[in-house]
């Protein structure tokens, strides 16, 4: 399913540097989110966008600093990254608010940091 | 905030078994409930979801129940095939405004 893309896959940096994931959607939904997943602590949501220029925090912000100039993309950047931070990121999105539409997810990012 | 429980975090069923994952949620405001199947290395998908004004649905081998007064509801899998092995998310949608996951529950379908 092409309709939201994640790059890159896969991502090795060292702690303190900054990281970028990008995150874009062909579709034209509204919302978008960025979770983290973690063995043990399931799928845990880090911001989301209801439309382009406004974000909110989810229950993880800590660290990273989100963006939504344009309707399609939404970047999540490590300002400094930190080895807690290893994790796989997922991006989604969904035509409206949830709890009336589903969320669909990229596949994903694998983010390693030494 | 919402907080949803999810059980067993690991189940191992012969083929041809059924397959029940239970959630419960503390948010009684709540009112959208999916679950989705990630397979290994692979994005999480939805396999079927629920609202709060229906008590159960099912789509082929698929059902999820709900129960409101209790705040717990399952995802039951009938006839289960090996490509059913995976890890199964339930979420919960609350007055907060966001979906909160379960941990997961890994199923293994033994052919």
């Known amino acids: 399913d092409a309709g939201i893309t994640q790059s890159p896959r896969y991502k090795i940096t060292e702690t303190g540097r900054q990281v970028t994931l990008m995150c874009h959607q062909t579709w034209s939904h509204s919302y978008m989110f960025w979770y983290r997943q973690d063995l043990g602590h399931g799928l845990r949501l880090i911001y989301y966008s209801a439309a382009a220029d406004i974000t909110d925090k989810g229950e993880v912000p800590d660290g990273y600093v989100v963006s939504r100039s344009k309707t399609e993309n939404f970047p999540l950047t490590l300002e400094s990254a930190t080895r807690s931070q290893t994790s796989v990121y997922f991006c989604?999105?969904?035509?409206?608010?949830?709890?009336?539409?589903?969320?669909?997810f990229g596949d994903g990012t694998r983010l390693s940091i030494l | 905030g919402e907080n949803v429980e999810q059980h067993p975090s690991t189940l191992s069923v012969q083929e041809g078994d059924s397959a029940v994952i239970k959630c419960t949620y503390s948010d009684s405001a709540s009112n959208y409930f999916p679950w989705y199947k990630q397979e290994l290395g692979k994005r999480p998908q939805l396999i079927i979801d629920i609202r709060s004004n229906v008590g159960e649905k099912k789509d082929q081998r698929i059902a999820v129940t709900l129960n409101k007064t209790a705040k717990h509801f399952s995802l039951h899998i009938t006839e289960t095939q090996p490509e059913d092995s995976a890890v199964y998310f339930c979420?919960?949608?609350?007055?907060?405004?966001?979906?909160?996951f379960g941990k997961g529950t890994l199923l293994t379908v033994n052919p």
């Open positions: 989604a999105s969904s035509d409206g608010q949830v709890g009336y539409q589903p969320q669909h």
């Open positions: 979420a919960a949608y609350g007055s907060n405004y966001k979906l909160t």
